[in-house]
T-cell receptor, first 108, second 117 residues
Framework: QKEVEQNSGPLSVPEGAIASLNCTYS??????FFWYRQYSGKSPELIMF????GDKEDGRFTAQLNKASQYVSLLIRDSQPSDSATYLC????????FGTGTSLTVIP | GAVVSQHPSWVICKSGTSVKIECRSL??????MFWYRQFPKQSLMLMAT?????????EQGVEKDKFLINHASLTLSTLTVTSAHPEDSSFYICSARDGQLLQETQYFGPGTRLLVL
């Protein structure tokens, strides 16, 4: 079992809709959870991180963490074509583990 | 804040030559730096983890004699691809972790695209 699992997609949503990206992890001792965005041909950039159960909002982005169920999600409200990218989930436990990413396409 | 630079951004070289890539944390001290490789349409692959002043820890399958990593200061790590071959052509990305922050966020450099002819 991989440390961090993401649905590779591709996920397509219409412009203005909510995009929901999910990530599960295997290490119950994981402490920190991160979402990165990677545009094609570019390096990943940090969107947000979350430590505590519940929701954390930053602009159009909301990270949700449920440690009991071992999942973390990212919601993107009012999706824009510029949000089209691969979204990487990362989790720290004994090491820093990345998921393989979910490809998101926002259709104008 | 939390800016990581890489140099060069593009390298084209002949087979058999060595290529050095620099990774710098510009506004923080990076106690740990990471080197990744990414082939087209594939996910990030961690190559090695380097801590300032100590030897790098390489992931399984990564040749330490081919990919030399030096983390001589808290703001600089270098990756040298020795005797590069066409199969080493890839996108090399470094990241750095701020040693003074409680969280373990990794900040990525812009990447270096290597093409070996």
């Amino acid at each position: 079992q991989k440390e961090v699992e993401q649905n590779s997609g591709p996920l397509s949503v219409p412009e203005g809709a909510i995009a929901s990206l999910n990530c599960t992890y295997s290490d119950r001792g994981s402490q920190s959870f991160f979402w990165y965005r990677q545009y094609s041909g570019k390096s990943p950039e940090l969107i947000m991180f979350i430590y505590s159960n519940g929701d954390k909002e930053d602009g159009r982005f909301t990270a949700q963490l449920n440690k009991a169920s071992q999942y973390v999600s990212l919601l993107i409200r009012d999706s824009q074509p510029s949000d089209s990218a691969t979204y990487l989930c990362a989790v720290t436990g004994n090491q820093f583990y990345f998921g393989t990413g979910t490809s998101l396409t926002v259709i104008p | 804040g939390a800016v990581v630079s890489q140099h060069p951004s593009w390298v084209i070289c002949k087979s058999g030559t060595s290529v050095k890539i620099e990774c710098r944390s510009l506004d923080f001290q990076a106690t740990t730096m990471f080197w990744y490789r990414q082939f087209p349409k594939q996910s990030l692959m961690l190559m090695a983890t380097s801590n300032e002043g100590s030897k790098a820890t390489y992931e399984q399958g990564v040749e330490k004699d081919k990919f030399l990593i030096n983390h001589a200061s808290l703001t600089l790590s270098t990756l040298t691809v020795t005797s590069a071959h066409p199969e080493d052509s890839s996108f090399y990305i470094c990241s750095a972790r701020d040693g003074q922050l409680l969280q373990e966020t990794q900040y990525f450099g812009p990447g270096t695209r290597l093409l070996v002819l």
